[in-house]
């Protein structure tokens, strides 16, 4: 079985299981062991590879300090024998789900100091989740034993199971985004939109030795990873590349941490906050209280678009001081704004934003206006409608920097360029590399992309709605009035045969003529023009047939 056919399966069995509880409820629970079983698998492999023997496992418990201090140090955390994954599935019928919650309890407990930002907390979520699995013990236990065993078939034994738990993953998120409705853009960006942004910043860091990334909205961390994923092709040394990562809300926050841990980046690189991205601003000081101000070489994010904030004295905000304040009912330029304050100033940033920051007036405008002027927009990429899981309203990637030499913003409309694939719109492999090439060669290709200068930007009051710039409008083809004409008259004549042709019929059977205006409106209101021609040879030949029978009975 391979790893489609595995995440499809578990898939399929995790939809029945859910039963009455929401998709985006339902994924922190299987996503929560998922990411459990990886913690005790990984503390399994770093027994062996102590030399620890397999037949004293059952005394890898609490009481052995050193044994504690030693698997502390290595992982960050510790789980003794009777909470590891596989205890819980040899336990078989004697299992219940308190020992899920002993487990969830101690690990929490047992959680190195130096590692509780990576860990601490990431299984509230799953923990007060599990009284929603069953009304009693009975049925609880029942549901989580089901989920354990179904798990059980996801390989993490080595590193190349890490691609397959990572692709499983991904896989889960997304079927989840797409039966989570509107909610699904809390946590998920299409995997294709973050390929496309990740070819992009990865174009223009891969001459870099190391690089940090930041995504102020991460959601599950999908994008983020993407991001580093392809980054890491132009790297030659491993583990330099750092990430930093702020959500909003707790459950998608601890998907985050699971995701970037599962995917083996070490607890070092992994620096992340659980707060307001508008409200708090990334700390400029650490723990220790050292000045340490967050500037990064790329950020990336897919904010909520159009969501009220507080721009309450905000004037003296150093993310929004030299641009403006965004309005209070659309925070989309105050999240931009964000990003870009947080560059390098050889940094890139891309972010996805509805289609209206493009084009809207007021503090807008202005904002829109200061950032032509500083020259940080790069490139404008119009999307496909419903392409995001909740919501069908067209999006753009904007692509900013701080430090440009060129004054001239590249306009690319791709909003054509995708497959349909269920209720939603999704880019395919040809329409991502032809934008990303566009982007990196910074062309102008008629009804697609347009390199647009400051001065025609200024022309158009700092507008950048998109049809502006590149003309997609495709001729409709010329209609010959002459032939048309022709074709009436033909249709006409063929109505006339008809008319005298079922007249013949109509008086053998003793009928009454039809009138000729009447029958040419008739066959008009049945079907109109030469199909309607077709449709009235039809009714001819029923009316031979019926002439036929009439004949046979009166002879």
Known sequence: MN???????????ANKMRSKIEANEYKDYILGFIFYKFLSTKELQTLENMGYPKDKLNEVTEDNYSLVESLQNKNGYFIEYDNLFSTWVNMKNDFDISNVRDALSAFTRLIKDTHKKVYDGIFNTLETGLSKLGDTSQSQTKAVKDLIYLINDIPMD????????GFIYEYLISNFAANAGKKAGEFYTPHEVSLLMSEIISEHLKDREKIEIYDPTSGSGSLLINIGKTASKYIKEENKIKYYAQELKQNTYNLTRMNLVMRGILPDNIVTRNGDTLEDDWPYFDEHHAYNPLFVDAVV??????????????????RYKEYGIAPKSKADYAFLLHDLYHLKSDGIMTIVLPHGVLFRGGEEGEIRKNLIEHNNIDTIIGLPA?????TGIPTIIMILRKDRENTDTLIIDASKGFVKEGKNNKLRACDIKRIVDTVINRTSEEKFSRVVTREEIRENDYNLNIPRYVDTFEEEEEIDIKQVQQELKEIDKQIEEVDKELNVYLKELGLDEI?????????????????????AGDGMAGARRLLRIHRLRTA
Not at 386 to 390: K, L, V
Request: aromatic share 12%.
């Open 3 to 13: 790893k489609q056919q595995l995440a499809s399966k578990i898939w399929e069995s």
């Open 158 to 165: 080595n590193k190349q199971d890490y691609d397959v738990l």
């Open 301 to 318: 994010s897919n904010p909520p678009y159009s969501q009220n904030w507080d721009p309450t004295d905000r004037e003296v905000d150093a």
């Open 386 to 390: 419903n392409i995001f899981f909740g």
């Open 515 to 535: 009138d000729r205006a009447m029958l040419k409106t008739m066959i008009n209101n049945f079907a109109g023009g030469p199909v309607g021609m077709e449709r």
